[in-house]
């Protein structure tokens, strides 16, 4: 089965500062990957999604960007951070000839 | 038409109870309905998952009802245990793309 490893777990950083977030996947080849951001008490929102390296899509129109430099390796970016970056931020992989999506443990972003 | 409709938003049961949340879909090309689990802090983990060729699948104590006319599906929790105390989602979708619900916060009380 996938095991997908989100690093860091939590950071704080002040508004304007850039952001790094990277997310990796063990266990399976050629996956779809994921960025969503979960607003406190809220749902899933889909940011990114890529289908191969350096296929990326976005859905939500921001001052984010991802990148996959490497089959299993999805990060996410910020030139500069704004208070509402604040969030949940979840990777998720999917593989294998079935529809599930896997999700790793989050990093948990403050924006100050 | 990819809109996945969740409700209750939050709902309380007592320790034994049946709590039942409800799914409605819009996209009739979306063939795989999984429910996730999340506890405070951690990723979502899958529950349990259904394709439109059946009308119910169980897994243990989770059961998930599929209404394919109707474009509704629903997760029932038998003999409810505070440590279910979660929130869940419901998504819809094919071909490795979900769409997901807003969430259901359960607290079953002891």
């Known amino acids: 089965s996938q095991t997908i490893h989100q690093w860091p777990a939590t950071l704080v950083q002040p508004v304007g500062s850039p952001l790094s977030l990277e997310c990796t996947v063990e266990g399976t080849s050629n996956p779809n990957l994921y960025w969503y951001r979960q607003a406190a008490g809220r749902g899933l929102q889909l940011l990114f999604y890529s289908v191969g390296i350096g296929q990326i899509s976005s859905e939500v129109p921001q001052n984010l960007s991802a990148s996959r430099p490497q089959d299993r390796q999805f990060i996410l970016s910020s030139k500069k951070l704004l208070l509402s970056d604040s969030g949940f931020y979840l990777c998720?992989?999917?593989?294998?000839?079935?529809?599930?999506?896997?999700f790793g443990p989050g990093t948990r972003l403050t924006v100050l | 038409q990819q809109q996945v409709k969740q409700s209750p938003q939050s709902l309380i049961v007592q320790k034994g109870g049946i709590p039942i949340i409800n799914c409605a879909y819009e996209n009739t090309a979306f063939d795989y309905f999984p429910w996730y689990q999340q506890f405070p802090g951690k990723g979502p983990a899958l529950l349990i998952a259904?394709?439109?060729?059946?009308s119910e699948k169980k897994e243990g104590r989770f059961t998930i009802s599929f209404n394919k006319s109707a474009k509704q599906f629903s997760l029932h929790i038998m003999d409810s245990q505070p440590g279910d105390s979660a929130t869940y989602f419901c998504?819809?979708?094919?071909?490795?793309?979900?769409?997901f619900g807003s969430g259901t916060r359960l607290q079953v009380q002891p």
């Open positions: 998504a819809a979708g094919r071909r490795r793309a979900l769409t």
């Open positions: 259904i394709r439109p060729d059946v």
């Open positions: 998720a992989s999917s593989g294998g000839p079935g529809d599930t999506q896997y």
